[in-house]
């Protein structure tokens, strides 16, 4: 299983940036697709980005296509997210996890804590 810890959130201004950092240990991180979730209040986890773990081609929710970047050091075991551009609706507590395409995948362990991202209008 992988262990995760998420980390950068903050209290920005709308149209601001911020940079996440997710370290993985436990397993070899590098053999894992990894993706970025968010969870609003009152609202359902939701898929914000996955990044390949070989190929490392991206894929994007619709709402961050443009504005957000994930990347990963495979020798840092880490994967990052770039958000630019921030809006009031990307707030939420954001996590990482390993991935299997747009949800998490199967059996990867414990969710982190999440770090908080608030987006002031």
């Known amino acids: 299983q992988v262990q995760l810890v998420e980390s950068g959130g903050g209290l920005v201004q709308a149209g601001g940036s911020l940079r996440l950092s997710c370290a993985a240990s436990?397993?070899?991180?590098?053999?894992?697709?990894m993706g970025w979730f968010r969870q609003a209040p009152g609202k359902e986890r939701e898929f914000v980005a996955r990044?390949?773990?070989?190929?490392?081609?991206?894929s994007y929710a619709d709402s961050v296509k443009g504005r957000f970047t994930i990347s990963r050091d495979n020798a840092k075991n880490t994967v990052y997210l770039q958000m630019n551009t921030l809006k009031p609706e990307d707030t939420a507590v954001y996590y990482c996890?390993?991935?299997?395409?747009?949800?998490?995948?199967?059996?990867?362990?414990?969710w982190g804590q999440g770090t908080q991202v608030t987006v002031s209008s």
């Open positions: 996890a390993p991935a299997l395409g747009t949800r998490a995948a199967p059996g990867f362990g414990s």
């Open positions: 990044i390949r773990w070989r190929a490392l081609t991206t």
């Open positions: 436990g397993h070899t991180f590098g053999n894992y697709d």
